[in-house]
């Protein structure tokens, strides 16, 4: 992470301007650890937001063909297998899944915003304490 090893920069080539203290390298590790949780999480969100956007075509794709003609069975897949359905159940299958997705992305984002709330508050601190001798941006 680039972020440790800017901070650790820091308690070798800057260690005789400002004494790293332990406190100081807590913090430099808990900001460490948040931003990797932050990059997972963005990952995480991306797949999702990808996944209910599928799940969305796949519906108006059930709607479309179900309004021609009687409704039929359609084949979805569970898991990793592909199991016949009514139209209907497909439906509210994909419906539930995208509405179960969507509900995790905004769990995510609710995260996301405390993470970058917390890491804003460590950079004020770090920064105040060693200020250009510390690298603490992505």
């Keep these: 992470n680039n ?12 260690a005789s301007d400002v004494d790293v203290r332990l406190e100081d390298q807590e913090k430099i590790n808990e ?3 948040l931003n990797n949780r932050l990059l ?5 969100i991306k797949q999702y ?20 003609a009687s409704a039929g069975k359609v084949m ?14 497909a439906t509210e299958y ?9 509900k995790k992305v905004d769990e995510f984002s609710q995260e996301e915003n405390a993470i970058v709330k917390a890491q804003e508050l460590l950079k004020k601190e770090l920064y105040g304490r060693f200020g250009d001798s510390i690298n603490l941006e992505n």
Aim: glycine share 4%; net charge negative.
């Design 3 to 14: 972020v440790i090893k800017n901070a650790m920069n820091l308690t070798s080539s800057k």
């Design 31 to 33: 900001f460490g650890k």
């Design 40 to 44: 997972e999480i963005r990952a995480d």
């Design 49 to 68: 937001k990808l996944d209910v956007e599928k799940l969305d075509d796949a519906t108006a794709e059930l709607m479309m063909s179900s309004s021609g």
């Design 76 to 89: 979805i897949l569970i898991g990793e297998a592909f199991v016949e359905v009514e139209e209907d159940f």
């Design 94 to 102: 994909c419906e539930k899944k995208q509405q179960s997705l969507q």
